[in-house]
């Protein structure tokens, strides 16, 4: 059902590349792993096509896509980029950190569902990067689950939430970060995190040598918070509970629920996943949620709270959303 091929992560076969690329070109979708999660990725340049991946995901049309770059040079055909854009661009990519920047009027406005500013990206994946290289644009790519569901880190995941709805999937096995990118608002003079990713912020504000300010919930501000975070989201078909090393969630009973987390939790569980550190918890949470969902008989998942550093601010953030909670900070 769906259209699945292997390729070499490290040396991708230019002539699955090739394939792949002329169906973006085309106008058709092509899912491709990133060193965060799988992307659904569409011609950047191209409104209709773009707008095939909101129908493909299900996604409120108010949701931003983000632009796959192969080098920071393609973004300033883009987006206005100044000095300090510049530099965290040379710093940081490839990498998994997403800019927000002033769009430049060739961006569709299908990309930036209408804001006048664009998010830009350049993966640190070998496939991605020759795709996006062979396919001579940007590529817009969310990430390649159906709406609200947990990210898919490997193209199993991608084809059982779209299944015939991709046009093709390339398959280079589970990814290395296994939480979306950061990304950051880079668009006035105080820096803003939009959403906590795989870039953990104490880096970020060393380099930038000021502490990033996470937008609150109201006028302007509300507006400037990443649209996407106003939406339920990475939550499997299980409720989700978390766990912050007190008593277990008073509503879950482990032996009909899965435990996901660092170190052992304080009862049986019907099944325990454990991660040993915050790296693989996150890299192994959302094929976990996955991996939990489809066991018969399980009623809840409960998820470990890890502390709010490095990757675990961002742990935080996907749990907070995935139990159901679309206030959920970034502390
Ligand atoms: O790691 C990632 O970022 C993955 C891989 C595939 O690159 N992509 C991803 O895309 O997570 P998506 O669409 O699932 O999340 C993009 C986030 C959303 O929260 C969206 O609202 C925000 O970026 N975003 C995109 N454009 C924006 C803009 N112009 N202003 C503010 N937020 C924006
Ligand atoms: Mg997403």
Do not use: Q
């Not at 912020?201 to 000021?210: C, I, S, Y």
């Not at 509300?222 to 990475?234: D, L, N, Q």
């Not at 569980?269 to 192994?284: I, P």
């Amino acid at each position: 059902m769906t259209n699945v091929l292997k390729v070499n992560r490290w040396n991708p076969e230019p002539e699955i590349i090739a394939r792949a690329a002329a169906i973006l070109r085309d106008g058709g979708l092509v899912a491709f792993p990133t060193e965060t999660v799988y992307g659904l990725g569409a011609d950047g340049l191209n409104a209709r096509a773009a707008g095939r991946i909101f129908a493909a995901k299900g996604r409120p049309p108010d949701n931003p896509l983000i632009l796959h770059l192969s080098g920071p040079d393609d973004a300033a055909r883009l987006a206005e980029i100044d000095a300090r854009a510049g530099s965290v661009m040379e710093a940081f990519w490839p990498g998994p950190l997403t800019l927000v920047l002033p769009a430049l009027p060739v961006v569709p406005k299908e990309v930036t569902a209408g804001l006048d500013t664009v998010a830009l990206r350049m993966p640190d994946h070998p496939v991605a990067l020759a795709l996006i290289e062979a396919a001579g644009r940007p590529v817009a790519g969310p990430s390649a689950n159906r709406s609200g569901r947990p990210s898919p880190t490997d193209a199993d995941a991608v084809a059982a939430d779209l299944g015939s709805r991709v046009d093709l999937v390339l398959d280079a096995g589970s990814v290395e970060i296994g939480l979306e990118s950061t990304v950051i608002d880079l668009t006035e003079r105080e820096p803003l995190l939009l959403r906590p990713g795989g870039m953990p912020r104490e880096r970020l504000e060393r380099f930038l040598g000021e502490p990033l300010r996470v937008p609150g919930g109201a006028g302007r501000d509300a507006e400037r918070r990443s649209p996407g975070t106003r939406h339920r989201h990475y939550a499997p078909a299980v409720p989700v509970l978390v766990w912050d090393g007190g008593e277990l969630p008073p509503d879950a009973d482990p032996r009909s629920s899965g435990f996901v987390g660092m170190a052992p939790p304080p009862a049986k569980f019907a099944w325990t996943l454990l991660f040993g550190s915050a790296e693989n918890y996150a890299r192994g949470i959302f094929a976990a949620f996955r991996s939990l969902e489809a066991r018969e008989g399980c009623r809840h998942i409960v998820a470990e709270w890890p502390r709010p550093e490095g990757l675990g601010l961002a742990l935080r953030d996907r749990i907070l959303r995935a139990s159901g909670n679309s206030e959920g900070g970034t502390g």
